[in-house]
């Protein structure tokens, strides 16, 4: 079956600029994250879903960083006013229910903000 | 502060020999360990897991080891294959709190 996709796989914004990265999830996976990896860094954990309900945004650097997922499948993270250290690699990953079940990640969609 | 360290950046081994990939952590509340691993533009892939009441997994060629009291684990895969060449995550989890720490990564190149 497929697995997780993203898109855009490449975006490039200019400072100021509002972006929408998109996520769509394994089938039937009531569990979705978002990360952020920074470059020659670890994926760093942004925020988390269990269906639509977001259960953990802890990670979300600022209030320009906001995240959906209305419907409890697709989601969006919005990065609203990109600055220049909002250049990243976006992950998303989903889990069948969470727990300790596998995230299975996307190939990410690369941000650079000039 | 960084909780999951990968203290080498990369690492090079023959083909056919063993490959060693270390990880240390901080937090002692961690509980559940990963290794990953991630090819260019593609996402992290899950290789092998450990739950902090074992201190062995194995899995084919792949074994993760447990060392609770110096908070320290490694992946070892033997023998190493070509196919082995990617960048590989060693990442952390607290108590089902559902968000992974991850380290920095090791860039792992196997040699014909």
């Known amino acids: 079956g497929a697995g997780v996709s993203q898109s855009p796989r490449y975006k490039v914004a200019k400072r100021g600029q509002d972006v929408a990265l998109r996520c769509d999830p394994i089938?039937?996976?009531?569990?979705l994250f978002w990360y952020q990896q920074a470059l020659g860094q670890g994926p760093e954990f942004l925020t988390y879903?269990?269906?639509?309900?977001?259960?953990?945004k802890s990670g979300l650097p600022s209030d320009r960083f906001f995240a959906e997922r209305p419907e409890g499948s697709v989601s969006t993270l919005k990065i609203q006013r990109t600055q220049q250290e909002d250049s990243a690699v976006y992950l998303c990953?989903?889990?069948?229910?969470?727990?300790?079940?596998?995230?299975?990640f996307g190939p990410g969609t690369r941000l650079t903000v000039l | 502060d960084q909780q999951v360290k990968q203290n080498s950046p990369s690492l090079s081994v023959q083909e056919g020999r063993i490959s060693i990939l270390n990880c240390d952590y901080t937090?002692?509340?961690?509980?559940?360990f990963l290794w990953y691993k991630k090819y260019p533009a593609e996402g992290p892939t899950f290789l092998i897991s450990?739950?902090?009441?074992?201190d062995k997994n194995e899995d084919g060629r792949f074994t993760v080891f447990l060392n609770k009291s110096a908070k320290h684990l490694s992946l070892h895969i033997v023998p190493s294959q070509p196919g082995d060449s990617a960048v590989y995550f060693c990442?952390?989890?607290?108590?089902?709190?559902?968000?992974?720490?991850f380290g920095q990564g090791t860039r792992l190149t196997i040699n014909p």
């Open positions: 990953a989903s889990s069948l229910a969470g727990g300790r079940d596998t995230q299975y």
């Open positions: 089938s039937g996976h009531v569990s």
């Open positions: 879903f269990q269906n639509e309900a977001q259960l953990d």
């Open positions: 937090n002692s509340m961690f509980d559940y």
């Open positions: 450990i739950s902090s009441i074992k």
């Open positions: 990442a952390a989890d607290l108590q089902g709190a559902q968000k992974l720490v």
